[in-house]
């Protein structure tokens, strides 16, 4: 039978404790759901492989939402089901406001970041984030 509800939830700092693991009262009310019949996934900005651990501890199966709704996998196949990556000409003007304004600019692939070098005093935080993390000098 096919679930009429589904639950998507957020990962980091929503579900994970600062510690990083779900509170036992969260746990057992996914469980709840799950057992009510609701679809649970995550949908979070999070590299695949940042999402199946947690989804493989939950016992969740259906497909995650990962790099901000970019990508979309199975919880127990690994495998891609959609790829939504943002187009070249909406992603450039984009990226050239936000460094004019001093931000800065990383890009998250399926399975890896990559940050422009001058971003450097950022980069270990950002590059913390996956374990593939590259740095380009290329604009």
């Given at each position: 039978?096919?679930?009429?509800?589904?639950?998507?939830?957020?990962?980091?700092?929503?579900?994970?404790?600062?510690?990083?693991?779900?509170?036992?009262?969260?746990?057992?009310?996914?469980?709840?759901?799950?057992?009510?019949?609701?679809?649970?996934?995550?949908?979070?900005?999070?590299?695949?492989?940042?999402?199946?651990?947690?989804?493989?501890?939950?016992?969740?199966?259906?497909?995650?939402v990962?790099?901000?709704?970019?990508?979309?996998?199975?919880?127990?196949?690994?495998?891609?089901?959609?790829?939504?990556?943002?187009?070249?000409?909406?992603?450039?003007?984009?990226?050239?406001?936000?460094?004019?304004?001093?931000?800065?600019?990383?890009?998250?692939t399926?399975?890896a970041?990559?940050?422009?070098?001058?971003?450097?005093?950022?980069?270990?935080?950002?590059?913390?984030?996956?374990?593939?993390?590259?740095?380009?000098?290329?604009?």
């Amino acid at each position: 039978m096919r679930p009429r509800f589904l639950l998507a939830l957020d990962v980091d700092g929503t579900l994970l404790t600062r510690d990083g693991r779900v509170a036992q009262r969260d746990a057992r009310a996914l469980e709840r759901a799950r057992r009510a019949g609701i679809a649970v996934t995550l949908a979070s900005g999070r590299q695949p492989a940042g999402l199946w651990p947690l989804a493989e501890a939950l016992g969740l199966v259906h497909p995650l939402v990962a790099v901000d709704g970019g990508l979309i996998v199975g919880a127990r196949s690994r495998r891609e089901l959609q790829r939504a990556p943002l187009p070249r000409p909406v992603a450039a003007p984009l990226v050239e406001g936000w460094r004019t304004r001093g931000l800065s600019v990383f890009f998250m692939t399926a399975d890896a970041i990559v940050a422009r070098r001058v971003d450097h005093a950022r980069f270990p935080f950002i590059g913390s984030w996956s374990p593939i993390a590259a740095q380009t000098d290329d604009p």
